[in-house]
């Protein structure tokens, strides 16, 4: 079990609640501001850095014990793959994207 | 059973190890989770790029405010669960009962505001296969969007409603005794999962929520 969550106190995790919630403003501010496909690149990153914040301190990932770390990462190792093989498809076809 | 009582299962040597193993296998659940859930994000990505105007167009009509209340009720609920997980882990059973009962909450506001949501797509008429109706200037391909939105959703909420049975659960194991600061492990591996359902929601929401929006 966690040593950390006996020991742990509120701030840390509030302090984070709030942040997560000022990069959810950011998101939507980003969202109004004209950037076309640049504006889903920048909210998948506000995402993504939001779910580190998650992984980090809510789910405790830096905590003990250090195997998890194997654990977690493998769904997204696997997903690298999914990703870039799907990719690797998708890009090098004649015509794609299409409009 | 008083917590004085609870020993470690056969094949555990301790409480500790055994709740170890429980964390990990929680983690094991979730990075197939996370391989369900990407490839359908993924999956918006690709008709994103393959058709970016069409896409952005049928996104407009999405409910933005729904979407966005929703992900504040879930990121509240993740502090909640921590918090109580913190009480728990502290021998505070009645904290935890009463972060927990504010996570159910929580949880429960997010699947109505969902429900609300689900009855004003109906009433716009972007059901697919039910009531779905072009708008003027909209592609076929939008009917392609709003697929997506029901699957990734309905995936989503029938992960909220498992999470909130865990939830109900756990209480009910507090309220037993069966939770305490010697042994916490079941009220941490619902954090996880409940946690991640919440991660799920912040990936789903600029890709129905945000496209299309200057």
């Known amino acids: 079990m966690n040593i950390e969550a006996k020991e742990a106190s509120s701030f840390p995790f509030v302090c984070a609640w709030l942040l997560l919630l000022i990069l959810v403003g950011l998101s939507v501010l980003s969202a109004f501001q004209g950037l076309a496909l640049w504006a889903a690149v920048i909210e998948f990153g506000i995402a993504a850095f939001q779910a580190l914040i998650v992984f980090l301190l809510f789910m405790r990932l830096k905590g003990p014990p250090s195997l998890k770390w194997v654990f977690a990462g493998t769904g997204f190792f696997w997903l690298i793959f999914l990703y870039g093989l799907s990719m690797t498809d998708y890009a090098t076809r004649t015509g794609w994207p299409t409009k | ?214």
Not at chain 2, 50 to 63: G, L, Q, R, W
Not at chain 2, 66 to 95: E, F
Request: aromatic share 16%.
């Open chain 2, 1 to 214: 059973m008083p917590s004085a009582t609870l020993r470690p299962e056969t094949q555990y040597a301790t409480l500790a190890q055994q709740g170890e193993v429980a964390q990990l296998g929680m983690w094991v659940f979730l990075a197939t989770e996370t391989l369900f859930f990407g490839a359908l994000i993924f999956t918006y990505y690709l008709y994103r790029l393959s058709y970016p105007e069409a896409i952005a167009e049928a996104a407009k009509d999405a409910v933005l405010w729904c979407g966005s209340v929703n992900i504040g009720l879930l990121l509240t609920s993740s502090l909640t669960m921590v918090l109580a997980i913190n009480a728990a882990a502290q021998g505070r059973r009645s904290a935890a009962t009463g972060w927990l009962l504010m996570t159910i909450g929580l949880g429960l506001c997010f699947l109505g505001v969902k429900g609300y949501e689900y009855v004003a797509d109906y009433s716009d008429h972007v059901v697919p296969a039910v009531n779905f109706a072009l708008k003027p200037g909209e592609s076929p391909v939008s009917e392609l969007f709003w697929v997506y939105y029901f699957v990734a959703t309905g995936l989503h909420a029938i992960h909220v409603t498992t999470g909130l049975g865990l939830l109900i659960y756990i209480l009910w194991r507090l309220r037993r005794g069966r939770i305490s600061a010697a042994y916490y492990a079941p009220i941490e591996v619902v954090g996880l999962y409940w946690s991640f359902v919440d991660t799920v929601w912040i990936f789903l929401y600029p890709t129905i929520y945000l496209a299309g929006r200057t």
